[in-house]
């Protein structure tokens, strides 16, 4: 049997166009295709001819191809010569001849356990229509649109939005994307396929119960699974979660599906998928759980030959230093969180950084995007030494990278050195690894853990740290204390959620505990099995330490300078807030809000509002439109340069903060995993 979740449409052999006749469910259905799983059609209406065109989905998957072609006469060459001129034509010109939008079938479930089906126009999210050509537009389809069939429109972007503020929705009917799309009952989250057991527990208790028993060939599902699930098969989530939430992250990393399924309960017990051998399936538009008839026969996953490798770490006696003071080669001393924001300090303060590399990568028919962003900085036709020096300032104004100090790898060298307890507990975990004896892993690490937090910290460590500071300790208020281990933030493995931060930290006794804390989690049961996994070994891994004032925040999140549930896309940026630190959205202890941006034509839409229900101001959305377009040209740099191999395409994790005053701070930069 298979659970079809979501459906893909047959594709007809002929084109079956409609030009001027009015639109009737049958010919809806007849000319639509599936996305998302709801029906769709495009539409072109042509005010010059004062009619419009359906077209057939799948003899025409571009508006603008249809136009040139089957409107105007030209060729497909013809059109790809002009094309960014030819769409600021139909998307951006006030006075446009064509207007381009998509109508899409819905259906809800009433109180009353009626159905009932709408419609939902709306425009690609590059549209700047004003409010008048908005309400022409639904106008003109309302009236050639069955009239038993409820539409409404659908702002595709937060110009739209503003625009559509000062008409009456009696005027105009409408619906925000994320209450149309808010309360999915199934959402793609990390594309996929696996072939395993299903494992479906109800509470955190049953998967607690379980844990120990769990494998790779094992597909988990829950309302919301744990930051230290096991490597699995697969995860499924029967309550919302975001793209960037930790185990979305994990997923995306390890090269698992994930999907938000909330009706896998109904599906488990009218299937008895539990326990099951299933073919789990995640796309775009697609989400499937085939029941299989026998056990299969699988082989070990790819991530078991996986080998990670690291830079031989130096342990020289080398200073504390001030973030500012480090670049990207000083991981291998100072580990790689460090490493990054030091090179983020020197990117700001130097503007010597080629951070436009993105768009000059060739996106056919299309040479680059250089004009595109020339257009974002109102540069009428600049040379590429002007372009690069105006994103250099232009991200130099938006953002600021944290002040603070980092720890060398050497002072923990020191500090283990100090205690032949903690030498000994070393060499008994090393000889558990070596003969794979899991039966006793944990409990040495767990041990270790604890002894690491007891043994004093020798006086010449403690007086190094006091130092780097030009007042004392104690005068300096709340501090923070991060991981920077060179086994994080690595391309192939994040380590996201694995290693301990201390957010509140005050005076010399609770920095030293807080210090500790982050080197004994280098040594956490669910770490050192993580690294094992990789073949990263415990003689070649070490943990630094960032120390920094804390910043109080208006408002914090996480960015990625792309769209994890549609990796073809290279327009959009991903982006994740919630009041207060980034923490809450890191570690999901809040549904946090939830935009696109656009970082090549422009425009901004909300996904989600998640547990937070109210908007954002629209000076706060335009604040956070430059911060994903500042993510998109770091990069230009970190990818190009650091994280991907010279692939100015590898994408970006950034954590970031909006301090009181409202302006923005990155405190933490690494290669996002696709």
Not at 576 to 600: A, D, F, I, R
Request: charged share 20%; net charge negative; hydrophobic share 40%.
């Amino acid at each position: 049997m298979t659970a079809q979740l979501f459906a893909a449409a047959a594709e007809p052999s002929t084109d079956r166009t409609v030009v001027g006749e009015n639109l009737s469910l049958p010919l809806f259905r007849t000319l639509s295709g599936v996305l998302a799983g709801h029906p769709y059609l495009k539409v072109v209406v042509d005010r010059a001819e004062n009619t419009w065109h359906l077209l057939d989905t799948a003899a025409h998957p571009f508006h603008v191809n249809y136009i040139a072609t089957h409107v105007l006469g030209m060729d497909l060459a013809q059109l790809d010569a002009d094309l960014d001129a030819f769409n600021a034509s139909v998307y951006m010109d006030p006075g446009r001849r064509f207007l381009l939008g998509v109508l899409s079938l819905h259906t809800e479930h009433e109180a009353e356990g009626r159905e009932r089906t709408f419609l939902v126009l709306e425009t690609t999210e590059a549209d700047t229509m004003h409010g008048e050509l908005l309400a022409f537009f639904y106008d003109f389809v309302r009236e050639r649109v069955d009239g038993r069939l409820p539409l409404l429109l659908k702002p595709a972007n937060h110009g739209q939005e503003e625009e559509l503020a000062a008409i009456s929705e009696l005027r105009v009917p409408r619906i925000l994307s994320h209450e149309l799309f808010g309360s999915r009952t199934r959402t793609p989250l990390n594309p996929g396929e696996a072939t395993g057991r299903l494992r479906f527990f109800r509470t955190d208790e049953e998967y607690a119960r379980a844990e120990a028993g769990l494998g790779w060939a094992d597909i988990v599902a829950m309302p919301c699974l744990p930051d230290d699930v096991p490597r699995v098969a697969g995860f499924l989530n029967t309550a919302p979660i975001t793209p960037l939430s930790h185990t979305n992250v994990l997923a995306s990393g390890w090269g698992i599906p994930n999907a938000i399924v909330c009706d896998l309960e109904q599906l488990v017990e009218r299937d008895g998928l539990d326990g099951a051998w299933i073919r789990y399936r995640v796309r775009e538009d697609e989400i499937s759980l085939e029941r299989l008839e026998a056990e299969p026969e699988l082989r070990a996953p790819a991530w078991h030959q996986q080998r990670i490798r690291l830079e031989p770490p130096l342990l020289a006696d080398v200073p504390v230093l001030s973030l500012h003071r480090l670049r990207s080669a000083d991981r291998d001393r100072y580990g790689t969180k460090a490493a990054n924001l030091g090179e983020l300090h020197h990117v700001l303060d130097s503007r010597t950084a080629d951070l436009i590399a993105f768009y000059g990568r060739p996106r056919p028919p299309r040479e680059d995007l250089y004009g595109h962003l020339a257009a974002r900085f109102g540069l009428p036709a600049p040379s590429a030494g002007e372009l690069r020096s105006t994103a250099a300032d232009f991200v130099a104004a938006k953002v600021g990278a944290p002040d603070g100090v980092a720890l060398p790898f050497a002072l923990q060298q020191h500090f283990l050195a100090s205690s032949p307890a903690l030498q000994q507990g070393i060499g008994k975990l090393k000889m558990a690894l070596e003969l794979d004896a899991t039966d006793v892993l944990d409990s040495l690490c767990l041990q270790l853990q604890q002894l690491i937090r007891q043994t004093p910290v020798p006086e010449s460590v403690v007086r190094r740290i006091c130092q780097a500071f030009p007042a004392p300790v104690a005068s300096r208020g709340r501090l923070v204390v991060r991981s920077s281990s060179n086994a994080e933030d690595l391309p192939g493995f994040s380590a996201a959620g694995v290693y301990d931060s201390v957010t509140t930290v005050h005076g010399t006794g609770e920095l030293l505990d807080a210090v500790r804390q982050v080197w004994a989690s280098m040594l956490s049961p669910r770490s050192v099995r993580l690294r094992h996994q990789v073949g990263i070994s415990l003689d070649d891994t070490y943990m630094g330490v960032i120390i920094q004032e804390y910043v109080p925040a208006s408002l914090g999140g996480v960015l990625v300078t792309c769209n994890p549930t549609r990796r073809e896309d290279f327009r959009n940026v991903y982006l994740n807030c919630s009041p207060g630190s980034p923490e809450q959205v890191v570690e999901g202890s809040v549904l946090p809000q939830q935009y696109l941006y656009n970082t090549v034509e422009g425009g901004g839409r909300t996904v989600a509002l998640g547990s937070w229900g109210e908007a954002l101001s629209a000076v706060t959305r335009a604040k956070l439109a430059d911060l994903s377009l500042t993510g998109r040209l770091l990069q230009s740099h970190f990818s190009g340069s650091h994280f991907g191999g010279g692939d100015v395409d590898k994408p970006l994790d950034i954590e970031w903060l909006m301090t009181e005053r409202g302006d923005f701070r990155l405190v933490q930069i690494r290669p996002y995993a696709l």
